[in-house]
């Protein structure tokens, strides 16, 4: 099993920043890929960011392009996701998640393609 725990979620104005992180253990060799996916109220949960462990090559939803940034540190095994410029529509619960693909080019942002999940963490703008 892969355990994943978020954190540094919080409450900020629009054009306010926050770095959420992501804890990982247990069987990290199971997952190549990692991802981090929002759910608004009422709507589906998307991958906004995604980071192959191996290569660091990323991903973003054009919604975030420009003012998010995924990383990864290994020696802490931790992923990072840097928000910056927030705007109201970002609120959100933001969740952590790690899975195995044949990467081709970047790791998919389609959420079944994840296998582990963490509990998420919730970022909220206010305007």
């Known amino acids: 099993q892969v355990q994943l725990v978020e954190s540094g979620g919080g409450s900020v104005q629009a054009g306010g920043s926050l770095r959420l992180s992501c804890a990982v253990s247990?069987?990290?060799?199971?997952?190549?890929?990692m991802g981090w996916f929002r759910q608004a109220p009422g709507k589906e949960r998307e991958g906004v960011a995604t980071?192959?462990?191996?290569?660091?090559?990323?991903y973003y939803a054009d919604s975030v392009k420009g003012r998010f940034t995924i990383s990864q540190d290994n020696a802490k095994n931790t992923v990072h996701l840097q928000m910056i410029s927030l705007k109201p529509e970002d609120t959100a619960m933001y969740y952590c998640?790690?899975?195995?693909?044949?990467?081709?080019?970047?790791?998919?942002?389609?959420?079944?393609?994840?296998?582990?999940w963490g509990q998420g963490t919730q970022v909220t703008v206010s305007s």
């Open positions: 998640a790690a899975g195995f693909q044949v990467v081709v080019g970047s790791c998919s942002p389609a959420k079944y393609r994840y296998n582990y």
């Open positions: 980071i192959s462990t191996n290569e660091g090559r990323t």
């Open positions: 247990g069987y990290t060799y199971r997952s190549n890929c």
